[in-house]
């Protein structure tokens, strides 16, 4: 939850730094999820208005990941695009800047730990509820039970008898 706080907040750096101590391996294995995470530095370094800094960090750091792989190379161009628009909100690649893109990277992160830890990617509670509701409509058809009527409440229903 840390991690993924960090990341939405905009500190990347700490983000990385809390995954690798909980598993270095996460981010050595998936060079895509450290690309994400290196291009939200980047894209926080231009939010703040630090130009240079952002340039110097693109082509030290991403810009020899965009040349092994050429989606991150793709990538790496719509983020420096940025840089040439002082109005980002009509910016073709504005969204970038939007926190949506926070929480796309922070979800990214998070399964990667999820899976890690041999965790489902996805949380466990709408299956269940789904389940939950099929097993109510399955044993309407034969029985009389207390059942759960509203799911936020889980307030039981009396059987009709």
């Excluded at 926190?99 to 730990?113: F, G, H, M, P, Y």
């Excluded at 509670?125 to 409440?153: C, F, G, V």
Aim: aromatic fraction near 4%; glycine fraction near 2%.
């Amino acid at each position: 939850m840390a991690v993924k706080k960090a990341v939405q907040c905009g500190n990347v750096e700490d983000a990385i730094e809390k995954v690798n101590d909980l598993n270095p391996e996460i981010l050595d294995t998936n060079p895509q999820l450290f690309f994400h995470l290196q291009q939200q530095r980047l894209i926080e370094l231009i939010r703040n208005g630090k130009v240079e800094e952002a340039l110097e960090f693109a082509q030290e750091e991403l810009a020899p990941r965009g040349e092994e792989n050429q989606s991150f190379l793709e990538e790496l161009e719509r983020t420096v695009a940025l840089l040439a628009f002082e109005d980002v909100s009509n910016c073709p690649v504005g969204e970038l800047l939007d926190i949506s893109q926070r929480l796309k990277t922070a979800s990214e992160v998070n399964a990667a730990i999820l899976t890690s830890q041999s965790h489902e990617k996805d949380p466990k509670l709408p299956s269940l509820l789904k389940m939950l509701i099929w097993a109510q409509n399955q044993l309407d058809e034969k029985a009389a039970y207390p059942r759960i009527k509203d799911l936020s409440t889980a307030i039981l229903e009396d059987p009709a008898v």
